[in-house]
C-alpha cells in the first residue's frame, strides 16, 4: 500500500510533506463536487496545454490507491480517471 510520504510532488523528486498536504486539504475541503471537477479539468488542459500532462504517472498513482480506499471510492477515482484520456 502506498503511504503519503511515497507521493512525489509536481515531478520533482522530493517527498510530499504533511504540511503541504494538510495545505491542499484546506484549499479544496470546501469545494463542491462539482468545484472540485471543475478545478481538476482546468488543471488537467493546463498540464496538457504545456506538455507537462502524465497520464501514465497519474493512473500509478491512481492503482497505488487500491486497498487503501473503500472499493466505491476507487472505482469513482478509476472512473475519474478514465475521463482525463
Same mark, same amino acid.
Given at each position: 500500500?502506498?503511504?503519503?510520504?511515497?507521493?512525489?510532488?509536481?515531478?520533482?523528486n522530493?517527498?510530499?510533506?504533511?504540511?503541504?498536504?494538510? @495545505?491542499? &486539504?484546506?484549499?479544496?475541503?470546501n469545494?463542491?463536487k462539482?468545484?472540485?471537477?471543475?478545478?481538476?479539468?482546468?488543471?488537467?488542459?493546463?498540464?496538457?496545454?504545456s506538455? @507537462?500532462?502524465?497520464? @501514465?504517472?497519474?493512473?500509478?498513482?491512481? @492503482?497505488?490507491?487500491?486497498?487503501?480506499?473503500?472499493?466505491?471510492? &476507487?472505482?469513482?477515482?478509476?472512473?475519474?480517471?478514465?475521463?482525463?484520456?
Open positions: 500500500m502506498a503511504k503519503f510520504s511515497q507521493f512525489k510532488s509536481e515531478g520533482q522530493q517527498s510530499v510533506s504533511e504540511e503541504q498536504i494538510r @495545505n491542499k &486539504y484546506d484549499t479544496y475541503k469545494m463542491s462539482q468545484q472540485l471537477n471543475q478545478t481538476l479539468l482546468s488543471e488537467v488542459a493546463k498540464q496538457k496545454q506538455g @507537462n500532462f502524465d497520464y @501514465n504517472k497519474l493512473e500509478s498513482m491512481v @492503482n497505488s490507491l487500491q486497498g487503501i480506499l473503500p472499493e466505491q471510492d &476507487y472505482q469513482n477515482v478509476r472512473s475519474l480517471l478514465e475521463s482525463l484520456k
